[in-house]
């Protein structure tokens, strides 16, 4: 027979304490100290080992991989982009994303798109069964294969999921909701999510079904629960997009069976989410090449081209501190090019305002979009536009060198595409001559984008 075992850890830091305390010594947050109920088996017991228990790598050739790798395609090539090529049998996905920005939504879209599973199961322990129909209703969703339930139990789940066939596909909406009896604290600390988290990777292992959980995140838009989680599971997507926009980003951070830097474009509308085939005319709709601070941006998110407009406005204040805003870009960043514009070419912004803006809700992180803000920078201190039909690339560095940006190629590809005329990139970018139409403009530092407006610098 087994006994309890009492311990007291910290909901906020994880922390392991020997009594209960007021307040944290590890993280000093207050009343975050809850006792759990540990089950201790027999120590020393030694189970047998099963005779395959060990898999030698020659023994299992390619022809003969088992069914728990294989991959299933969805009808959404977004969410499959993401995912590497589909979804593999066995895994755990975890999806993190703000409130309302339309993660149950996809999830049910999903659950319609995917052809060859034997059954599909969608667990909220957050809506009962009819709300969950009634959005699936909203959908225009028809799968008669699909079940539904409602519960926040664990145990029960895992009862109910046992007599799952290989192959199928769970939804549990969502792990902060869903708790377990034998472990004292409020469902969403730090033990319940990783218990229960644990218990359903188990599953999913031994069962080959693919489990997707959704996850709450912070007000800092981490994944809510212990850092283990993401840890624990094969797959780790945010959904992000902002609200004031139709578009949502897929992104993928962790991936144990694909890459980590692609992203899936989606629109949200009435009936659902959209999948957007080509982002770069979607973010590009509202672009007008005669205002001045506008500059395009040939990006690259994973091995997808993708063109940015990125606005800028110079403002003069009279703060003794100015302001450095952006929105979309890095702020820390955006200070520095303004930092390297003032010493590499005696530009004054003591005494003006500088905002940065990426339009459509992008977030952009490559430094290969430098020369782009430093171009929407300096068109809008003097008031004229940029050359039209030109797309900027490249990385600035401190000296005010413009540095090469990789898949420079398939950057010109996709302005070709969109009808742009001309590259303004590093001068050390290659020739390309399979871009045809396309004038290559090479630049050497910052101080060549004055030339570009026609403004005269000494």
Known sequence: MSKGRSRYVCQDCGAVLSKWMGQCEICNAWNSVC????????????????????????????????????????????????????????????????????????????????????????????????????????????????????????????SALASLSSGSIVIIDSIQTIGSDIIQSPPGSISQVRFCTQELVNFAKKSTVTIIIVGHITKDGAIAGPKTLEHMVDCVLYFEGDRSYDYRILRCEKNRYGPTDEIGVFSMTGHGLEEVSNPSAAFLSGYNAEVSGVAVFSGVEGTRPILLEIQALISPTSIAIPRRSSVGFDANRLSMLVAVLSNRCKMNFSTRDVYLNVAGGLKVTEPAADLAV????????????????????????????????????????????????????????????????????????????????NVNRK
């Open 35 to 158: 006792e759990e109920i540990i089950q201790e088996g027999q120590s020393g017991h030694c189970a047998q080992l099963q005779s395959d228990f060990f898999a030698c790598l020659e023994n299992n050739t390619k022809n003969d991989v088992s069914a728990s790798s294989s991959r299933r395609l969805t009808k959404i090539e977004e969410l499959n982009r993401v995912l590497g090529g589909g979804l593999v049998d066995g895994s755990v996905i975890l999806l993190g994303g703000s409130p309302g920005i339309g993660k149950s939504t996809i999830l049910l879209q999903l659950l319609s798109e995917v052809s060859g599973v034997p059954e599909f199961v969608y667990i909220s322990a957050e809506e009962s069964i009819d709300q969950v129909l009634l959005r699936a209703r909203r959908l225009q969703l028809n799968n008669p294969h699909l079940k539904i339930a409602s519960c926040s139990n664990i145990h029960q789940i895992m």
């Open 374 to 453: 430093i171009a929407a920078i300096i068109s809008s201190t003097f008031q004229k536009p940029l050359p039209k039909q030109s797309v900027f690339f490249g990385e600035v560095s401190l000296s005010g060198e413009i540095r090469q940006a990789h898949l420079s190629f398939a950057r010109m590809k996709e302005a070709q595409k969109l009808g742009f005329e001309e590259v303004y990139c590093s001068h050390k970018t290659g020739d390309h001559d399979g871009v045809p139409n396309v004038k290559i403009r090479r630049i050497k530092s910052i101080k060549d984008v004055f030339s570009v407006v």
